[in-house]
């Protein structure tokens, strides 16, 4: 489907994402989100959120004086990331998702939206080193200044080497003991669709920050009919559904769209184990790439994702200097010692 097309027929936002707010919008064959401030949002709309709040929340793992030490740092930069009005900006290829499908065309024509947008920083999201080397150069080239984000997990599955991980064999027989069972979304009654919902924010706004994207059962069910997502609920022999997982095929790539389970159930049925096995069998069987997204590092490494930088790519040379500073400070500080942190405990 047509990102115009995609646009045009969504209903309400908040019944969609009920944590967000944004203009939508389109641009070429990118979706494009409008914002002017919108601090409390969602952070796939939020630039502040994404390395202010989001990032705090997240420092955990991090030992206690840097832990400390970078909370503090990052209270003072919100304040001034507010002032600066960091997030009045319009972002391309924002299909509300943490990760998004990139087609490997440039945007050509983007100097339009600075015309249009004359006070907005432009922004493009999800690109990586693994699959859009050439776009974040050809970005860099333009003037746009690349921003680290993430470490997201790339599988291959054209050659399917994570299929001999030792902690992936370990799944697979876990995952074929007979316990659970599969239900395809095509199977799918009215109520099934909430349950997608409840246990995919169950795990990322219950375990993880509220500052993801609050998904409602309808934005689950147009994903699937309209866009062509898999999506597949784990079921126990009563039909209760346990565990919820997914993936997307745009531009000859598999993304990793949606997973969650219930969180108070014995550990030892290894829910989250089986949901990811069954999306790299995927990767296997289709031949394809896998992006994992971000999230459970150890996990992934261990089953052979390949830890991958991601960025955003944006453009502020049209923007006064208070309005840039937020994003030259930020490429300041996100040198060569934090991305090392980064890699660490991500």
């Known amino acids: 489907m047509r990102a115009d097309d995609w646009i045009q027929g969504l209903p309400e936002l908040s019944r969609l994402v009920s944590n967000l707010?944004?203009?939508?919008?389109?641009?070429?064959?990118?979706?494009?989100?409008?914002?002017?401030?919108?601090?409390?949002?969602?952070?796939?709309?939020?630039?502040?959120?994404?390395?202010?709040?989001?990032?705090?929340?997240?420092?955990?793992?991090?030992?206690?004086?840097?832990?400390?030490?970078?909370?503090?740092?990052?209270?003072?930069?919100?304040?001034?990331?507010?002032f600066c009005?960091?997030?009045?900006?319009?972002?391309?290829?924002?299909?509300?998702?943490?990760?998004?499908?990139?087609?490997?065309?440039?945007?050509?024509?983007?100097?339009?939206?600075?015309?249009?947008?004359?006070?907005?920083?432009?922004?493009?999201?999800s690109l990586n080193e693994g699959f859009h080397q050439p776009l974040l150069e050809r970005f860099a080239s333009e003037g746009w200044q690349l921003l680290p984000s993430r470490l997201i997990y790339r599988f291959d599955g054209r050659k399917a080497d994570f299929l001999r991980k030792h902690d992936l064999r370990r799944d697979r027989r876990l995952l074929e003991d007979g316990r659970f069972q599969w239900l395809g979304h095509e199977l799918f009654e009215a109520g099934h669709w909430g349950q997608v919902s409840e246990l995919y924010n169950e795990l990322y706004r219950g375990k993880y920050p509220t500052e993801n994207p609050a998904f409602t059962g309808e934005f689950f069910k147009l994903c699937a009919e309209r866009l062509g997502w898999r999506i597949l609920l784990l079921q126990d022999s009563a039909g209760q559904s346990l565990g919820v997982t997914g993936w997307?095929?745009?531009?000859?790539?598999?993304?990793?769209?949606?997973?969650?389970?219930?969180?108070?159930?014995?550990?030892?049925?290894?829910?989250?184990?089986?949901?990811?096995?069954?999306?790299?069998?995927?990767?296997?069987?289709q031949g394809r790439w896998l992006n994992m997204s971000s999230g459970a590092g150890a996990f992934k490494r261990s089953r052979g994702g390949l830890a991958t930088m991601e960025y955003m790519a944006i453009y502020h040379r049209h923007l006064s200097p208070i309005r840039r500073l937020p994003f030259l400070l930020l490429g300041r500080l996100l040198g060569p010692w934090a991305m090392a942190l980064l890699r660490r405990y991500a």
């Open 21 to 82: 707010r944004t203009r939508l919008d389109c641009f070429e064959q990118w979706p494009i989100t409008i914002n002017e401030g919108e601090y409390d949002n969602a952070y796939t709309a939020s630039f502040y959120n994404t390395y202010i709040t989001y990032l705090a929340k997240e420092l955990g793992p991090l030992p206690g004086p840097a832990r400390l030490g970078l909370r503090a740092l990052l209270k003072l930069l919100g304040a001034g990331f507010r």
């Open 85 to 125: 009005q960091v997030n009045k900006m319009v972002q391309l290829n924002n299909w509300l998702l943490s990760t998004n499908p990139v087609p490997p065309e440039f945007p050509q024509r983007w100097p339009q939206l600075v015309q249009r947008f004359p006070g907005h920083a432009l922004v493009f999201r």
């Open 248 to 285: 997307w095929l745009r531009h000859q790539q598999l993304i990793g769209t949606v997973v969650g389970y219930r969180l108070g159930l014995p550990r030892e049925w290894g829910l989250y184990r089986r949901l990811m096995t069954r999306v790299l069998l995927e990767a296997a069987e």
